[in-house]
């Protein structure tokens, strides 16, 4: 099948961002493609096609994509959405676990990017849209691997979009703050967990759960995405909501004033 709109194919659709993702581009007039690790389990949503996906596999990531084009013809919107956060002290993550996030968080975006930037580049058009977050370039204590893995998609995104504007695509970044979904539960915990930072883990365990609670809506990320996806010249970053927008003016701050600002935002002593 081939089609006349726009095809995005947005990983990590099965849920919060990713879900919310999905039906905007619908709401915009896109064929949409949506995978999942067991799509059997995701219940239909009107004008998304999904597809099993592995991003930790090549050989998952190669059939994809090449599933995708030979069902719409083409991807003009690649949305890296996928990924898994990580809290804990860096010294409490070994280093198994943190390959582990990495793997999902920044290897599985340049599969994606090395399976559809060729495509992309032959029909000299094309968008791949990056999430990072505002963690990916601000610091976030008990949260140094996730942090990590974010500041590595801004660079790469970054680098990426110099090299491939001249054949016609772009690399752009959407940054979101905290948002309401399932992020706490389901990033991965301390594997070694040290007793000298249960106390200050605790404390940012509750910070957490109150910001997430209180976070953005999916739907204001996926809103930003949109945009990101069809603004007529775009932007490299795309903030998304107004506390994203908000942390985006700490990068225009003096250092002591950021420190200081992210020790009393995480209730750090010493």
């Known amino acids: 099948m081939t089609t006349n709109r726009p095809v995005a194919l947005v990983t990590g659709a099965s849920s919060g961002i990713g879900k919310q993702t999905a039906l905007a581009l619908v709401a915009a007039g896109f064929e949409v493609a949506g995978t999942g690790r067991d ?25 994809v994509v090449q599933q995708v084009i030979e069902r719409f013809g083409r991807i003009d919107v690649l949305v890296n959405n ?40 032959a029909r000299g058009r094309g ?23 974010k500041h590595a998609i801004e660079g790469y995104s970054q680098s990426l979009d110099h090299e491939v504007r ?3 695509v772009r690399s ?60 007529t010249k775009p932007k490299l970053r795309y903030a998304a909501g107004p506390m994203a927008g908000r942390a985006r003016m700490l990068r225009f701050v003096p250092a002591w004033v950021l420190d200081k600002q992210i020790r009393t935002m995480n209730k750090l002593t010493g």
């Open 39 to 63: 799509t059997s389990r995701v219940a239909p949503l009107r004008g998304v096609t999904f597809f099993d996906l592995d991003v930790v596999s090549d050989k998952s990531v190669t059939a």
């Open 82 to 121: 996928a990924g898994i956060g990580s809290i804990g002290a860096a010294e409490e993550t070994s280093l198994a676990q943190a390959q582990g996030v990495f793997d999902i968080n920044v290897f599985g975006v340049m599969r994606m990017v090395k399976e559809v930037l060729p495509h992309m580049r």
């Open 127 to 149: 968008r791949i849209i990056n999430l990072s977050s505002v963690q990916g370039f601000i610091p976030a204590p008990y949260m140094a691997v996730y942090g990590a893995s």
């Open 166 to 168: 001249q054949y016609g």
């Open 172 to 231: 752009l970044l959407v940054e979101p703050a905290y948002t309401n979904t399932g992020f706490e539960a389901n990033s991965a915990k301390p594997d070694t967990p040290l007793q000298v930072y249960a106390d200050q883990r605790h404390v940012f365990d509750r910070l957490m759960a109150e910001a997430i609670k209180s976070g953005d809506d999916p739907a204001v990320v996926a809103k930003a995405i949109v945009t990101a996806a069809t603004d």
